[in-house]
């Protein structure tokens, strides 16, 4: 039964029938009651009986919300105000079904808060994840709360009681210790070597401190030392090739023969197996709650999900992918032999995920003939909707929300087209479609879809043909939050675009393109858009030759790296600014830390094709996000560098905010007092160092002034009475020459007899 449900006047009757003249806590009649109904007194032991059954109260209100952070109006104006508040969440949430919306009132004003239900608490939790923390005009934020959230909310302690360590455990094992370092460090994993004796290593990141390693960098774990090893007395070579993050860096996942395994915790310990013959790729969803491993031959792609938190194998699909035929009858299809990896797709919040079988592909020993998008749930793994899409050649998930933008090519008779659909429930208690919107692409060709971080935007790259010979490239805006869903379009002169990139977190995208085709680019350029509240504008460009811009998780510094030559160039793109210029000879990667205050740059080789003329060189830089190279480490034969990733901040995007305005007011002293404690401690040890230096040479050569007086004895004895001024000796050369043997060898002559 709902909240409003018990205002029914049926409920009001038969709470009023069966608990007249009843005491509620005993059950006991009141006799005098009783006596006026023309009732005899019941006794304490005798049952008592109802003429009508007692209602059940349902109390479980999770389609229920509390809306707060609302202006308060009058009592006249509070209707208006409850028809604005659904107008406006069903521009997010356009399905979403309102059965009540109840807004409190004193002395004919409006508390700042109101009630709403939902027809599901599905359609509640989702409202609440699109809604929450954001404005609701220029003076107002919306916050959202679960009603069953509400006693705990109400009776919370006024003082704040940190949690235990104990709380913080999965499984006996802390899998964010490291997160608990005291000075904010990230890590990094190292994976160098040949591949016979390839050596696993990781390091704190610590260039300011300089750690203990003669390499700088402080070393948090090292394989050689430490128990992470499946079978002692295999060779190394047995052990592991490569090995991944997952997406929150709670685990270290290594590849093995028989499988995959994950470590984690303080002590890098092993976490879980999972078995998987010959295992060639694996995914994590973005909550690290599931795994995806595959393995392919020539004849079939075996990919199987696991859940990771429970440890244990999910057999969902084993799903046996063969070229051009189908599993049950052998016939002959026309599709790719190998799967595109990843095979699927997940939602930002690890329930749903999906897989897009084009046309002629076989799924689950199913033959596609058009098209098909199959979407599946968690935890249970199943298919919970499956759509037909005829020509679907691309598709994506929002990183925001449970939307899917898809593109289908042109055909003879139909246009290109991009569309987005939200998969929300329905009131049957399955899952539907909500097509949010089309859009028809003609001579499209080519098509890329680019998400910003949040959800926010849609980035659409295609190619327009306006000859057999001649392209034209165009980049469409979707404005996902925005009511209809809005598209901008910007027109690239240049024929070529190479890369698309949002800024994290931000409205800036930058946009690499140039003249001549996509063998031979000339004339390159780095464009960086805007997207305002109103349009999308071009703020600069730049001509420069670089392939890629690599943002800062942080945003507004990035750096713009070229394949050839190794130069790298640190630009403030916030302020258009040019930080730094450098250069790193055979430079293979760039990776920025999570924080964004540091940036990596390495040489590396892949495993299986190290060539040993150039192992010497390899190795890693690290630089500060201004450009400044704080550490050079020479690593030979390295193949990996990979940063741990952190797990999202827990601060909403106004304390994030907050925090940045109010830095140098509250913390700026703090972090100077500290970085003068760093330097004090960098000059006592390098002055410790020299000290030491200098004592342990002033030893050696007091051993040694001993040594010479302990043999003057000798010498006196040897060659008489010896002074140990110099000018008392002269130097002679003396040549002596010793035969140690003769050997002749007779010579054979050929005489010509002419």
Same mark, same amino acid.
């Given at each position: 039964?709902?909240?409003?449900?018990?205002?029914?006047?049926?409920?009001?009757?038969?709470?009023?029938?069966?608990?007249?003249?009843?005491?509620?806590?005993?059950?006991?009649?009141?006799?005098?009651?009783?006596?006026?109904?023309?009732?005899?007194?019941?006794?304490?032991?005798?049952?008592?009986?109802?003429?009508?059954?007692?209602?059940?109260?349902?109390?479980?209100?999770?389609?229920?919300?509390?809306?707060?952070?609302?202006?308060?109006?009058?009592?006249?104006?509070?209707?208006?105000?409850?028809?604005?508040?659904?107008?406006?969440?069903?521009?997010?949430?356009?399905?979403?079904?309102?059965?009540?919306?109840?807004?409190?009132?004193?002395?004919?004003?409006?508390?700042?808060?109101?009630?709403?239900?939902?027809?599901?608490?599905?359609?509640?939790?989702?409202?609440?994840?699109?809604?929450?923390?954001?404005?609701?005009?220029?003076?107002?934020?919306?916050?959202?709360?679960?009603?069953?959230?509400?006693?705990?909310?109400?009776?919370?302690?006024?003082?704040?009681?940190?949690?235990?360590?104990?709380?913080?455990?999965?499984?006996?094992?802390?899998?964010?210790?490291?997160?608990?370092?005291?000075?904010?460090?990230?890590?990094?994993?190292?994976?160098?070597?040949?591949?016979?004796?390839?050596?696993?290593?990781?390091?704190?990141?610590?260039?300011?401190?300089?750690?203990?390693?003669?390499?700088?960098?402080?070393?948090?774990?090292?394989?050689?030392?430490?128990?992470?090893?499946?079978?002692?007395?295999?060779?190394?070579?047995?052990?592991?090739?490569?090995?991944?993050?997952?997406?929150?860096?709670?685990?270290?996942?290594?590849?093995?023969?028989?499988?995959?395994?994950?470590?984690?915790?303080?002590?890098?310990?092993?976490?879980?197996?999972?078995?998987?013959?010959?295992?060639?790729?694996?995914?994590?969803?973005?909550?690290?709650?599931?795994?995806?491993?595959?393995?392919?031959?020539?004849?079939?792609?075996?990919?199987?999900?696991?859940?990771?938190?429970?440890?244990?194998?999910?057999?969902?699909?084993?799903?046996?992918?063969?070229?051009?035929?189908?599993?049950?009858?052998?016939?002959?299809?026309?599709?790719?032999?190998?799967?595109?990896?990843?095979?699927?797709?997940?939602?930002?919040?690890?329930?749903?995920?999906?897989?897009?079988?084009?046309?002629?592909?076989?799924?689950?020993?199913?033959?596609?003939?058009?098209?098909?998008l199959n979407v599946f749930q968690t935890p249970s793994l199943k298919g919970i909707k499956t759509c037909?899409?005829?020509?679907?050649?691309?598709?994506?998930?929002?990183?925001?929300?449970?939307?899917?933008?898809?593109?289908?090519?042109?055909?003879?008779?139909?246009?290109?087209?991009?569309?987005?659909?939200?998969?929300?429930?329905?009131?049957?208690?399955?899952?539907?479609?909500?097509?949010?919107?089309?859009?028809?692409?003609?001579?499209?060709?080519?098509?890329?879809?680019?998400?910003?971080?949040?959800?926010?935007?849609?980035?659409?790259?295609?190619?327009?043909?306006?000859?057999?010979?001649?392209?034209?490239?165009?980049?469409?805006?979707?404005?996902?939050?925005?009511?209809?869903?809005?598209?901008?379009?910007?027109?690239?002169?240049?024929?070529?675009?190479?890369?698309?990139?949002?800024?994290?977190?931000?409205?800036?995208?930058?946009?690499?393109?140039?003249?001549?085709?996509?063998?031979?680019?000339?004339?390159?350029?780095?464009?960086?858009?805007?997207?305002?509240?109103?349009?999308?504008?071009?703020?600069?460009?730049?001509?420069?030759?670089?392939?890629?811009?690599?943002?800062?998780?942080?945003?507004?510094?990035?750096?713009?790296?070229?394949?050839?030559?190794?130069?790298?160039?640190?630009?403030?793109?916030?302020?258009?600014?040019?930080?730094?210029?450098?250069?790193?000879?055979?430079?293979?990667?760039?990776?920025?830390?999570?924080?964004?205050?540091?940036?990596?740059?390495?040489?590396?080789?892949?495993?299986?094709?190290?060539?040993?003329?150039?192992?010497?060189?390899?190795?890693?830089?690290?630089?500060?996000?201004?450009?400044?190279?704080?550490?050079?480490?020479?690593?030979?034969?390295?193949?990996?560098?990979?940063?741990?990733?952190?797990?999202?901040?827990?601060? #909403?995007? /106004?304390?994030?905010?907050?925090?940045? +305005?109010?830095?140098?007011? %509250?913390? $700026?002293? &703090? =972090?100077?007092?500290?970085?003068?404690?760093?330097?004090? #401690?960098? /000059?006592?040890?390098?002055?410790?160092? +020299?000290?030491?230096?200098? %004592?342990? $040479?002033? &030893? =050696?050569?007091?051993?040694?002034?001993?040594?010479?007086?302990?043999?003057?004895?000798?010498?006196?004895?040897?060659?008489?009475?010896?002074?140990?001024?110099?000018?008392?000796?002269?130097?002679?050369?003396?040549?002596?020459?010793?035969?140690?043997?003769?050997?002749?060898?007779?010579?054979?002559?050929?005489?010509?007899?002419?």
């Amino acid at each position: 039964m709902s909240a409003t449900g018990l205002l029914d006047p049926r409920y009001q009757k038969a709470a009023t029938t069966a608990n007249r003249a009843t005491d509620r806590t005993t059950g006991i009649v009141d006799p005098h009651l009783a006596a006026k109904q023309g009732k005899a007194p019941v006794r304490k032991s005798d049952p008592v009986e109802f003429s009508e059954p007692c209602p059940s109260l349902d109390s479980n209100f999770t389609n229920i919300l509390i809306i707060a952070g609302l202006p308060v109006v009058d009592e006249s104006k509070a209707s208006k105000l409850s028809d604005f508040l659904k107008r406006d969440f069903l521009r997010v949430l356009p399905n979403a079904i309102f059965v009540d919306v109840y807004m409190h009132t004193v002395n004919k004003k409006s508390l700042g808060y109101c009630f709403i239900e939902l027809d599901t608490p599905e359609m509640a939790e989702e409202l609440k994840k699109l809604k929450d923390g954001k404005p609701m005009d220029a003076k107002n934020t919306y916050r959202i709360f679960n009603y069953n959230d509400y006693e705990s909310i109400v009776f919370s302690p006024d003082e704040f009681v940190p949690p235990s360590q104990t709380d913080l455990k999965q499984g006996g094992r802390n899998l964010n210790t490291w997160l608990l370092d005291e000075f904010g460090r990230d890590q990094f994993v190292l994976r160098y070597g040949a591949e016979n004796a390839a050596e696993t290593q990781i390091c704190w990141n610590d260039p300011v401190r300089r750690g203990t390693e003669s390499d700088g960098m402080e070393v948090f774990f090292d394989k050689r030392k430490s128990e992470l090893k499946i079978h002692p007395s295999k060779p190394p070579m047995l052990w592991t090739k490569y090995v991944k993050w997952s997406t929150h860096g709670s685990y270290l996942a290594t590849f093995h023969t028989q499988g995959i395994q994950l470590w984690g915790g303080p002590e890098c310990l092993q976490m879980g197996k999972f078995e998987h013959d010959k295992v060639q790729q694996i995914e994590f969803s973005p909550g690290e709650k599931y795994l995806v491993t595959a393995s392919w031959t020539h004849t079939e792609c075996i990919v199987k999900v696991w859940d990771v938190v429970k440890k244990c194998h999910t057999k969902l699909l084993t799903t046996a992918i063969r070229p051009g035929q189908l599993a049950e009858n052998h016939r002959e299809f026309k599709f790719e032999a190998n799967v595109q990896w990843p095979v699927f797709q997940w939602s930002h919040d690890d329930k749903y995920f999906f897989r897009v079988t084009q046309r002629g592909q076989t799924f689950m020993g199913k033959e596609n003939k058009d098209g098909q998008l199959n979407v599946f749930q968690t935890p249970s793994l199943k298919g919970i909707k499956t759509c037909d899409i005829k020509g679907i050649q691309e598709a994506c998930w929002s990183p925001g929300a449970h939307i899917i933008a898809y593109w289908i090519p042109e055909t003879k008779n139909t246009p290109a087209s991009i569309s987005m659909r939200q998969l929300i429930p329905d009131s049957a208690g399955g899952f539907k479609f909500d097509i949010l919107r089309e859009k028809s692409l003609y001579a499209a060709e080519n098509a890329q879809m680019h998400w910003q971080s949040n959800g926010e935007f849609l980035c659409v790259k295609f190619s327009l043909r306006q000859s057999k010979k001649t392209l034209r490239t165009n980049l469409e805006i979707f404005r996902m939050l925005e009511k209809d869903i809005p598209v901008e379009v910007i027109d690239i002169a240049d024929p070529v675009v190479l890369h698309v990139a949002w800024e994290p977190r931000g409205r800036t995208l930058s946009i690499i393109h140039g003249q001549g085709d996509s063998s031979n680019v000339t004339r390159q350029m780095v464009s960086f858009y805007e997207v305002t509240t109103k349009n999308t504008k071009l703020r600069y460009s730049l001509e420069r030759n670089c392939d890629r811009v690599h943002w800062s998780p942080s945003g507004s510094v990035a750096v713009l790296a070229p394949l050839e030559p190794r130069a790298l160039e640190f630009y403030d793109v916030k302020n258009n600014q040019k930080l730094q210029s450098s250069e790193h000879f055979k430079c293979s990667g760039v990776a920025w830390d999570p924080s964004g205050r540091y940036v990596a740059t390495f040489a590396a080789q892949p495993l299986e094709e190290q060539s040993w003329q150039f192992a010497a060189e390899n190795g890693y830089k690290i630089w500060s996000f201004q450009g400044e190279l704080l550490v050079t480490v020479p690593k030979e034969s390295l193949f990996q560098f990979i940063w741990r990733p952190r797990p999202p901040s827990m601060l #909403s995007s /106004q304390q994030g905010s907050d925090i940045k +305005r109010e830095l140098k007011a %509250k913390y $700026w002293t &703090e =972090f100077e007092l500290e970085a003068q404690k760093i330097a004090k #401690s960098i /000059q006592n040890a390098a002055l410790t160092h +020299r000290q030491k230096m200098q %004592k342990d $040479w002033r &030893e =050696f050569l007091r051993s040694c002034v001993a040594t010479y007086n302990q043999e003057s004895l000798e010498r006196q004895e040897k060659f008489g009475e010896v002074s140990d001024d110099e000018e008392d000796h002269t130097l002679s050369d003396t040549v002596v020459q010793t035969l140690i043997s003769i050997t002749e060898t007779p010579l054979e002559t050929t005489i010509n007899q002419d």
